[in-house]
């Protein structure tokens, strides 16, 4: 599975920015999907999944009620839809797929990678 993201940019405190990432190959049916991000000295960590069958979501405490994901099967892609962005969140932000439906909120499972896209949130 080949992954391009792409959507990041420089946005102020309390706007939105919507991120894509669309998988390459006939498997994006049948992998869960995940958005992680790393902050300049900090972990690279999960902040949103969705299952394989785009029925059950994870989101991250520090994100949930502002950020949504969503797939698009006749498009192999996946939406994060972020909103009331804080400077918080900036952090380069990483799509990656995975195998294993009954565990796409576990970090682990995610064996593809797409490049980075950067969200910066000034104040």
């Known amino acids: 599975v080949q992954l391009q993201a792409s959507g990041g940019g420089l946005v102020r405190t309390g706007g939105s920015l919507r991120l894509s990432c669309t998988a390459s190959g006939r498997t994006f049916s049948s992998v869960n999907m995940g958005w992680f991000r790393q902050a300049p000295g900090k972990e690279r960590d999960l902040i949103a999944a969705?299952?394989?069958?785009?029925?059950?979501?994870y989101y991250e405490d520090s994100v949930n009620g502002r950020f949504t994901l969503s797939r698009d099967y006749a498009k192999n892609t996946v939406y994060l839809q972020m909103n009331s962005l804080k400077p918080e969140d900036t952090a380069v932000y990483y799509c990656a797929a995975g195998r294993g439906s009954d565990y796409y909120a576990r970090p682990d499972i995610y064996t593809y990678w797409g490049q980075g896209t950067l969200v910066t949130v000034s104040s």
């Open positions: 969705i299952s394989v069958s785009g029925g059950s979501t």
